[in-house]
């Protein structure tokens, strides 16, 4: 069975510019997490999607980040204008009910903003 | 606010030198106490889930434990391949929301 995936693996682009991350979860997993790090700092929560509905974005920074997830499949995450404080390690996870609980984790996009 | 805290940062073993890390946890209500694996480089990987107090599990040298404030991941007789970040999260499981929420993690490093 094929892990998450996620694309790119490692994206650096300029103050001000916009970058898309993409998650593919574990096939016929509904639920769908982002998650970060930055530098220095514990992963951090940003939102969850059940199915293509967002269940809780409680997490995102700001509205400079638009998470999507268009037929409850793979998600992107875009960052609008990019700034210096974005950059960082973003996970993805995944998981298919909520009893059990553990998270899935992608190997990360690490996002450089200079 | 939920917590986690993870002891020690960092962590030097020999091989074969028993050991155990610390997560110390405040939460209002634990629905669940995870322990991952990560390498440099990729994302957590998932070890052990513990829902209540005197629960164990064990997978190869590793042994996670709880009690109602902390959990450990005893590391018997390690070997160099257990070298990585030990990660431990807490689920805030409440009015349909599922989140994580992590310590800051252990380096581990064991030497031959």
């Known amino acids: 069975e094929a892990g998450v995936t996620q694309f790119p693996s490692h994206s650096v682009i300029e103050k001000g510019q916009t970058v898309t991350l993409r998650c593919d979860p574990i096939?016929?997993?509904?639920?769908l997490y982002w998650y970060r790090r930055v530098m220095g700092k514990e992963i951090k929560f940003l939102l969850h999607?059940?199915?293509?509905?967002?269940?809780?974005e409680s997490g995102m920074p700001n509205n400079r980040f638009l998470a999507e997830r268009t037929g409850g499949t793979y998600s992107t995450l875009k960052v609008q204008p990019a700034e210096l404080e974005d950059s960082g390690v973003y996970f993805c996870a995944s998981n298919a009910g909520l009893i059990s609980g553990e998270q899935y984790f992608g190997p990360g996009t690490r996002l450089t903003v200079t | 606010e939920d917590q986690v805290t993870q002891s020690p940062e960092a962590l030097r073993l020999q091989e074969g030198e028993s050991s155990s890390l610390n997560c110390s946890y405040t939460v209002s209500g634990l629905r669940g106490l995870f322990w991952y694996r990560q390498d440099p480089g990729k994302g957590p990987e998932f070890l052990f889930t513990?829902?209540?107090a005197g629960e164990e599990k064990e997978k190869e040298r590793l042994k996670a434990t709880l009690t109602k404030k902390e959990s450990f991941l005893h590391i018997t007789a390690p070997k160099p391949e257990d070298s990585a970040t030990y990660l431990c999260a807490v689920r805030e499981f409440s009015g349909g929301y599922n989140k994580l929420i992590f310590g800051a993690g252990t380096r581990l490093a064991v030497h031959p």
């Open positions: 513990l829902y209540s």
């Open positions: 999607f059940v199915k293509e509905s967002k269940q809780d």
């Open positions: 096939s016929g997993h509904d639920n």
